[in-house]
């Protein structure tokens, strides 16, 4: 018994030690990162000026050379902030020729470090400056096995970023299926040239790069595809119908109520929802008919948009008066009261 109490106390007494010993390692570390932070922050603040000044004139009296760790971390912060913040191509060139002198070999070595985040931010990083003396390098990464989904993403970017031809068939032929949130942020990264390269190719395309596509097109206001949703949204893909109607939605493009006709009776809700929203877009009375069959429909946000875009039609307030008072159809008149009350009109019984 006597031997059980001694051994509980030596091993209560070693695990005491190491936790001492651990919170002893953090307290250092915490100093010594607490230390080389305050470094960086006077190094920064006694260059600030100068790499300004270089960086807007070129003025080699004010260049900035950064000799060891603390001096690069002084730099690339305020590089960093500089160009978050700064407009204009020539400073935004002064930068990015800046950068690629300073941080090239630190960011190429940084690409083939063992630990994951080191690689990530050093892909940020050639992002954030628009270098380019590593997209050699960057091509072999992303076509290695073992990089992860994250980084070939980063790598994405970057390439459309500096317009790579190697993007279009990194995109186009992925061994990892994209995220539909990634195609959307990589066709919103492209300049007008890059992104009539995908519509030059649309119906070679697969369909879950198509989509993200038209969605761009609707959501950066690029008028000049009006005519290409149009002849999509007689697609017979329903969800490119869609997603070509949501676009035209988007863009606030008044459509003929005649080439509306066969999606109000589609048999996809969200198809006749996104007709009833367009419906509204065109502001023509002899619409409001139209509408008032939309307001009986099977689901709640068809006839919820029916009614809403009555409400932007000429007129359309009273015609929804006039289905509340004569209407049979519970859908249709616990609808028009709604968006009645939503208009500033009470109605009652």
């Known amino acids: 018994m006597a031997m059980s109490i001694q051994m509980v106390y030596v091993l209560f007494s ?3 030690l190491l936790l001492v010993c651990f919170l002893s390692y953090l307290l250092i570390q915490k100093a010594r990162l607490n230390a080389f932070r305050a470094k960086v922050e006077s190094y920064k603040d006694s260059i600030k000026e100068s790499l300004f000044i270089y960086l807007y004139r070129k003025d080699e009296e004010h260049r ?6 603390i001096e690069l971390a002084g730099v690339e912060e305020l590089l960093s902030g500089f160009s978050a913040a700064v407009q204009g191509d020539e400073i935004l060139n002064n930068i990015t020729l800046y ?50 989904a994250a980084e070939k993403n980063q790598i994405l970017k970057i390439l459309v970023k500096l317009n790579r031809p190697e993007f279009v068939v990194y995109m186009t032929n992925a061994s990892r299926p994209l995220s539909e949130f990634m195609y959307r942020s990589l066709f919103g990264t492209m300049n007008s040239e890059q992104f009539q390269q995908f519509i030059n190719k649309f119906e070679d395309l697969q369909e879950e790069i198509q989509l993200p596509l038209i969605d761009m097109i609707g959501i950066n206001h690029k008028l000049e595809y009006i005519d290409f949703l149009k002849m999509h949204m007689k697609s017979s893909s329903e969800e490119l119908r869609i997603r070509s109607l949501k676009s035209l939605n988007a863009l606030s493009f008044p459509l003929r109520i005649e080439e509306l006709t066969n999606h109000l009776q589609s048999g996809i809700w969200q198809e006749r929802m996104m007709a009833t929203k367009l419906i509204g877009k065109t502001r023509d009375e002899k619409g409001l008919s139209i509408l008032e069959q939309s307001l009986k429909d099977s689901h709640f946000l068809v006839r919820s948009n029916a009614a809403q875009s ?23 008149k616990d609808m028009a009261a709604e968006w009645l009350e939503k208009g500033g009109i009470t109605v009652v019984e």
């Open 64 to 69: 900035v050379e950064p000799k060891n760790k």
């Open 14 to 16: 070693g695990l005491l």
């Open 99 to 148: 950068a690629e002198k300073v941080f090239t070999p630190k960011y190429k070595k940084e690409l083939h470090h063992s630990r994951w985040s080191v690689r990530m931010n050093a892909l940020y990083a050639i992002e954030d400056f628009g270098l380019t003396t590593l997209t050699d390098q960057l091509v072999e990464m992303y076509e290695k096995k073992n990089s992860t």
């Open 310 to 332: 009555m409400m932007k039609i000429p007129t359309g307030k009273e015609y929804l008066v006039h289905v509340y008072k004569t209407t049979d159809d519970k859908f249709s």
